[in-house]
């Protein structure tokens, strides 16, 4: 090797071991450096300081090897441009590498380039561009490299997107000079992905510090910092958090929603085209074709597991899928690591989405269809009414609806159904305009009303309704209907549930209207259908408290608020407020 080397530096030409000179390449100009890939970018202004982070990076001087992981858009490059720069760290070298560096020579060459900024003089890699040339011949040259870098001084070099490093023999030749680097030298690995050459002896030695990409998620406080002192928004707190809420952390993510203007999933539709086509060039087409149909025949989806996905795929691996997509750092979230159950990021999910709406619409139907019975067996038939109505899929999306509480959010499924579809069902169609009078939308309740009247004439449904509809109107004499009984119930295939809250809510409408009696046997015959239900009898108590005052009856009142402060304080307290409940079915009398 020594003398191969005296040969090159006298005749300044390519070469292989054991082969004469090649007298052809003494006339070959070397390759010319790309000088922006050895120059450390400059942290954008009024950057933020991640100072948690930096406490961590000052321990860099007792490592070989600091390792930054982290998905496109991180924040994995101002983090240490930002860090040299604020503690002026000396004797650095950066090297941002791309696909072209995949190679033996194309990496070496540059990383010979940015070891000679280091020693302030010429260093360069004895060979010349040539698929010839052999691995051993770059391990000599690397061992020169070593000496000369080994000295009393710290050194500092930056490989910035290092998962672009992939060739095997490239590999080994770097970690021949991982294991035999001086200790003076250390490294900055930034990559989107798991590190490609193995660092587990510098980890056992404790000479590796490692950054992974829940690390280089923002906080909620350095958020909102970024989007009030890097990006200038002048927008109120609650406008700030909610588009720090929708970005996860994902610093990119903030930028690409300041810049669009959006702080919601309207970001991709209204970002004018260039957050789609961010995600697309970093994220999308570096996958493999199978990897790219896993994430959008998923896309759609809340939530997904290895059953979900086996219906949908079928003779998929799912462990290897979710290990190289996690590997990637692609956005995909573990919701829980025992039952393997995993979401997307909330921009990349509705990028996805984007993606799935460009498929043919059966194609887009089938998988929707098969989804969702898959929710539906799990019994999350919110999930699997949402995928139905997606589908378009009514049958479908009622049948899950109906097995939901009633509550917002099947309000705001029944809503996506079509009014007559909706009139059809005692159960929807009284589920629907509990929740358009919650809302305030009695536009939507008289159409629901109305509808529901016609389609149930003659029947005791169809007496509450009007009576219903009159009150609220008030287009009308308001005519007391009477009490339903549990027979009434089963003739019309009504749930209970839904019996139960169309009692209580025509028995809330009678205490608007005085009438004490009526609105006492309704809520007498409520409290019988449906007794055994918690979040019911929250409902029951509430009411009966209002009917308490409105008669007169205070201490039975205080005793009906106590009954409810109990419920609060439970676990259904959480649900209820996630589902921003009201007192009172309709929510009309406390209003």
Not at 334 to 339: G, L, Q, R, V
Not at 446 to 475: H, M
Request: hydrophobic share 40%; glycine share 6%.
């Amino acid at each position: 090797a020594k003398t191969e080397r005296a040969v090159y530096n006298q005749n300044n030409t390519s070469f292989r071991s054991g082969s004469p000179m090649n007298t052809d390449a003494q006339k070959e100009e070397k390759p010319f450096l790309l000088s922006t890939k050895l120059k450390m970018p400059r942290p954008r202004r009024d950057y933020i300081i991640r100072r948690t982070l930096f406490q961590k990076l000052k321990l860099c001087n007792e490592m070989s090897a600091v390792f930054i992981k982290g998905a496109a858009g991180m924040g994995k490059t101002t983090l240490l441009s930002s860090f040299v720069v604020e503690t002026g760290l000396k004797n650095t070298a950066w090297l941002s590498l791309d696909e072209s560096n995949n190679n033996l020579f194309s990496f070496w060459h540059y990383f010979f380039a940015a070891a000679s900024s280091l020693l302030n003089e010429n260093i360069d890699l004895g060979l010349q561009p040539s698929p010839m040339f052999e691995l051993h011949e770059v391990k000599s040259n690397l061992v020169f490299l070593i000496n000369r870098l080994c000295s009393s001084t710290d050194y500092y070099s930056v490989l910035d997107d290092f998962h672009c490093i992939t060739n095997p023999a490239l590999v080994d030749s770097f970690e021949f000079f991982l294991r035999a680097m001086p200790e003076n030298l250390h490294l900055f690995l930034l990559s989107r992905e798991e590190p490609p050459v193995y660092l587990g002896a510098l980890a056992v030695s404790g000479k590796l510090l490692y950054f992974s990409g829940e690390d280089m998620k923002l906080s909620q406080s350095e958020s909102m910092e970024f989007l009030r002192k890097t990006m200038k928004l002048k927008s109120d707190d609650a406008e700030l958090e909610k588009m720090s809420n929708f970005a996860e952390g994902w610093v990119g993510g903030l930028q690409l929603a300041a810049a669009s203007g959006e702080l919601s999933s309207d970001l991709l539709k209204q970002g004018g085209g260039f957050v789609a086509e961010y995600l697309t060039r970093e994220i999308f087409e570096k996958l493999s074709l199978k990897e790219q149909t896993f994430l959008v025949r998923t896309g759609p989806l809340s939530w997904f597991d290895q059953k979900i996905c086996s219906v949908l795929f079928g003779s998929l691996d799912f462990d290897s899928m979710m290990e190289d997509l996690l590997d990637k750092n692609l956005f995909v979230i573990c919701i829980d690591e025992e039952k393997g159950i995993y979401r997307y990021h909330n921009i990349l999910g509705e990028y996805l989405r984007q993606q799935f709406s460009a498929l043919p619409e059966q194609e887009q139907k089938g998988i929707l269809g098969k989804a969702a019975d898959c929710f539906a067996e799990e019994r999350d038939f919110g999930e699997a009414a949402r995928l139905f109505l997606q589908a378009k899929d009514y049958d479908g999306a009622t049948q899950n609806i109906l097995e939901m509480s009633i509550n917002t959010e099947s309000g705001e499924y029944i809503s996506q159904i079509p009014i007559d579809i909706v009139a059809k069902s005692i159960d929807l169609a009284a589920r629907g305009m509990f929740y358009y009078v919650d809302i305030g939308n009695m536009e939507k309740f008289d159409q629901v009303c109305k509808s529901a009247i016609e389609s149930w004439k003659g029947t005791p449904f169809c007496k509450i309704l009007q009576y219903a509809y009159n009150l609220l109107s008030k287009r009308g004499p308001s005519v007391l209907p009477r009490a339903f009984s549990l027979s009434d119930f089963k003739e019309y295939g009504m749930r209970k549930e839904t019996a139960a809250f169309i009692q209580l809510g025509i028995s809330n409408l009678m205490i608007m209207d005085r009438q004490y009696k009526a609105a006492k046997e309704f809520a007498e015959n409520a409290e019988k259908t449906c007794s055994d239900s918690l979040e019911f009898r929250y409902y029951i108590y509430a009411l009966k408290a209002q009917l308490n005052e409105e008669t007169g009856h205070l201490n039975d009142a205080l005793d009906n608020y106590k009954r409810i402060q109990g419920i609060q304080e439970s676990e259904v307290s959480l649900f209820m407020q996630e589902y921003d409940y009201h007192i009172g079915i309709t929510g009309v009398y406390l209003k």
